[in-house]
Structures are given as C-alpha cells and as structure tokens.
C-alpha cells in the first residue's frame, strides 16, 4: 500500500502529559479517509502533526513523502482545515484568497473565485460577519484552491446544521472528484463518514483499532446470535470483537474472511456505526494489545 501518512512510535507531549503517545498508522493513497474515535483519543493532535502544525515529542510522521514542515515544497502538499475552521475575523473573503494566491506557490485563483461566487459570498464581507456554515466553506475554499496533494479536515462540520454539513460534504466530493485529492477528515459522525469516505480509521487512546476499506469492513464483521456460548469456542479465523450474554443467548460481533456456516448462529450484517462503535468500546487492554492484524486490506 502507498501511504500519503505515515506516523511511527508518533508521539506528542503537553507538559508530562501524553497527547499521543506510540501511535503506528498508515493512510493509503488517493482515498477519502474518515478518522473517527472517542473524544481525546488524540486525532486533533494527530493531524496538527501531519499538517506541521505541532512537532513530535517522539517518532516519526513522513506526509506525502516528507516531514510535515520540511519546508515551502512540502508545505505545500498539503492543505489543512483545523477544528472549528478558523479565519481571520477582520479580512475579507478576498483578503483571504489574495493571502491564499501569496502564500501557495500553486494556488487556482480561478477555482477560489468560481467557489466564491457559486457559494454566494460576498468578496467584500468580513470573514468575522459569516456564518458558521459560511466560514467553514471559506477555510474549505483555502485548503482546495491551493491545490493540495492531501487536504487534512479536522471535524470540519461539527458546528454546522445537518443542510450546511450536507453542502459542505458534497462540495467536498466535488472537490475530490475533481482534483483526486487524497483526504483526511475526523468526524463523530459516522454517518458522514459512511456517506462520504471509502476507507476509515477507528482510533482509540492513540492505537488504530481497525482501518480498511469500509465496503470490506462491512462484508467481513457480522452479528452472530444464537443459544449461549462461550466465544472461546469459535472456530479459528473467527475474532470476537464483542460480546454479550443473556441466560440464554450469546450475541458476538465478529471479524471473519470466510462464511459463517455453524447453523446455531442467526448471521446479521451490520451497519459502519455498528462496527465503529464495536471497535471505541473495547475494553481497555484489547485497546492497548491491538495489532495492525485487525488492518482489513483487499
Ligand atoms: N494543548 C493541549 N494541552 C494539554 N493537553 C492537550 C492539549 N491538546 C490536547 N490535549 C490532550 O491530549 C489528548 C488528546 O486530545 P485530542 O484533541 O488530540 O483528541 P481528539 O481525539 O481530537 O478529541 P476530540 O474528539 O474531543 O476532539 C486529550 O487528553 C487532551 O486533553
């Protein structure tokens, strides 16, 4: 797999506090990629370091073939759209994309402006005057027009109402589309990301829990339902990601290559929610043994 990302031991220290801490994790070429997990499971501060916007207290992150703030080459492979997409409040739209044209060596004033005046913004306005919705299609503007290599969006919608999140998903596939842009993007929105990204990354306490294709995530993780059972007994090949019992009954949630053929089970798909959340509520020593076997890769 080539790999745009690619964090080793990656580590980020605030005072003795560990932000991050041992984090492996690879994010392959030319997909849209939804970074989800807990709250603090370190995926703002994972994408601060990929954009250079924090340095490593340990490891290694290499982005697109480089450190992240190598220098003017590299900083420009790479667009960014921090949490809560922020702006300069006294500029105006067009001041912001006269900064963009002088900071960005390969900057598509032509695609910025044509953004601009489909989105329906005045040029003139104070970026301090737009909405919320309005804001965050501005910073989309700036990490598109200067022609990124990867773009990096940090839960770019989580302030937006469910239209203004959708346009902004979709201007973003456009985008996408457009320019084969690899993408990053965090969310708690699952469904967001199930709509919009083909390949997810579960992050939990810094550890990739399981990242894949998210069509072969749901073709291999099933609901198993049937008589009471011990999940040791399963067959080899069949990893348990979660189970719960009643007297009776035994519902698992696994991960399996091969058919389920035991007649006792009821088999069930599930939905990316399902499985996402399967992954964020494992105890908390599976967390920290996981390995990238759980890595689902065709
Ligand atoms: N500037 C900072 N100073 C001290 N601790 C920080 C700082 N930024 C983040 N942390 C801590 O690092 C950990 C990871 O935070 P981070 O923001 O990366 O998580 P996250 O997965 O993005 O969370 P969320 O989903 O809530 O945005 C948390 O425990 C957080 O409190």
């Known amino acids: 797999m080539s790999a745009v990302l690619r964090a080793q031991a990656l580590g980020r220290k605030y005072k003795q506090r560990w932000a991050l801490q041992n984090c492996d994790l690879d994010v392959p070429t030319g997909r849209v990629v939804g970074l989800v997990g807990p709250n603090g499971a370190g995926k703002s501060t994972l994408l601060n370091l990929a954009s250079g916007m924090l340095t490593p207290t340990a490891g290694t992150i ?22 809560d997409t922020p702006t300069y409040a006294g500029l105006s739209v067009a001041d912001h994309l006269g900064l963009g044209a002088r900071l960005n060596p390969g900057w598509d004033d032509a695609l910025a402006r044509d953004r601009i005046r489909r989105l329906g913004l005045d040029p003139a306005q104070k ?41 902004f998903m979709r201007d973003l596939m456009e985008a996408v589309a457009d320019q084969q842009l690899s993408v990053v993007l965090s969310s708690h929105l699952v469904s967001d990301v199930e709509r919009s990204c ?99 890769l065709r």
């Open 198 to 296: 083909d390949y997810v990354i579960v992050l939990v306490d810094s550890r990739v829990q399981v990242a894949g294709d998210i069509d072969d995530l749901r073709a291999t993780h099933h609901r198993l339902t049937g008589p009471r059972r011990d999940p040791a007994t399963l067959p080899a090949g069949q990893y348990v990601i979660s189970a719960s019992h009643t007297d009776r009954q035994t519902t698992l949630l696994v991960r399996t290559d091969t058919p389920v053929h035991d007649p006792s089970w009821t088999v069930t798909p599930l939905s990316l929610e399902d499985i996402v959340l399967a992954y964020m509520t494992r105890p908390a020593d599976a967390v920290r043994d996981s390995r990238p076997v759980l890595e689902v």
């Open 62 to 83: 290499e982005v697109c073939g480089g450190g992240p703030s190598a220098g003017p080459a590299q900083l420009a492979k790479v667009g960014f759209v921090a949490q």
């Open 127 to 167: 970026a301090g005057k737009l909405s919320g919705g309005q804001r965050a299609q501005l910073a989309l503007t700036l990490g598109i027009a200067k022609r990124p290599e990867l773009l990096i969006l940090d839960e770019p919608v989580a302030a937006l109402d469910p239209l203004a999140r959708r346009e």
